[in-house]
């Protein structure tokens, strides 16, 4: 899989406590988890960092660091950035989804499935019987 960097173009939302906001705005998928730049709003930006989801010590690292800058429950905290991760992912899955065009009966591989018997390419129609007639 080619690991790209998406800019997303809007940012992923997230409210933490009443003021504060978790901004996620790009994301790459790395054999780490995925990596994603995350921004911690209360009317102005207070935190900027970027942090690979899939390892533990860099999420409890910053649950810690923001629940001491916010003052909200570190369970605020935990959710906050879950559901971010949660948005990023399905935020991906679609990106992926729509840069990967569907196969089509122009796909190179295609063309030895699509011939008769006689292998004429045009009557693939032809090869198959309807209903129970043998």
Request: net charge negative; aromatic share 6%.
């Amino acid at each position: 899989m080619a690991m790209t960097l998406r800019i997303f173009t809007s940012a992923l939302q997230a409210p933490l406590i009443p003021g504060w906001e978790v901004l996620a705005t790009q994301a790459i998928r790395t054999n780490r988890g995925n990596q994603t730049t995350v921004k911690l709003y209360n009317g102005s930006l207070q935190a900027t960092d970027t942090i690979n989801f899939g390892l533990k010590k860099e999420r409890e690292a910053l649950f810690t660091d923001w629940t001491k800058l916010t003052s909200a429950p570190i369970d605020a905290v935990k959710r906050a950035l879950l559901d971010i991760e949660d948005q990023v992912e399905t935020l991906l899955r679609q990106l992926e989804a729509a840069s990967v065009p569907s196969p089509g009966t122009t796909d190179p591989w295609r063309d030895q499935l699509l011939v008769t018997r006689d292998g004429d390419p045009k009557e693939c129609a032809s090869n198959y019987i309807t209903g129970c007639e043998f």
